[in-house]
Nanobody, 126 residues
Framework: QVQLVESGGGLVQAGDSLRLSCAAS????????VGWFRQAPGKEREFVTA????????RYADSVKGRFTVSRDNAKNTVYLQMNSLKPEDTAVYYC???????????????????WGQGTQVTVSS
């Protein structure tokens, strides 16, 4: 089992940047695929991005492509989400999630992830 803790959220203005972190503890993190999801008020949780266990593959939602970058440091048991050119529509609670998966296929459905963090709030003002 793995425990996930997100950090780095906050209140920023449109056009600003933020970097979220997802710190893992427990089992060997390097075997886990990690995804980022977000949930805006009144909306369903949606896929943002995910990274394979060895960083060989990443996928992004169209809404964040070119602005967000996911990366990981397995030595630090941490996955990062660099968010640039933030927009008000990026306002949401951001969650990281993990599943133990050795391959490079990227899962986009939240049902495919077994472990979740508590979330961190990102608010972008116009």
């Amino acid at each position: 089992q793995v425990q996930l803790v997100e950090s780095g959220g906050g209140l920023v203005q449109a056009g600003d940047s933020l970097r979220l972190s997802c710190a893992a503890s427990g089992r060997t993190f390097s075997t886990y695929q990690v995804g980022w999801f977000r949930q805006a008020p009144g909306k369903e949780r949606e896929f943002v991005t995910a990274i394979s266990r060895n960083s060989a593959n990443m996928r992004y939602a169209d809404s964040v492509k070119g602005r967000f970058t996911v990366s990981r440091d397995n030595a630090k048991n941490t996955v990062y989400l660099q968010m640039n050119s933030l927009k008000p529509e990026d306002t949401a609670v951001y969650y990281c999630a993990a599943r133990d998966f050795p391959g490079n296929f990227i899962y986009r459905s939240e049902d495919q992830y077994d472990y979740w963090g508590q979330g961190t709030q990102v608010t972008v003002s116009s």
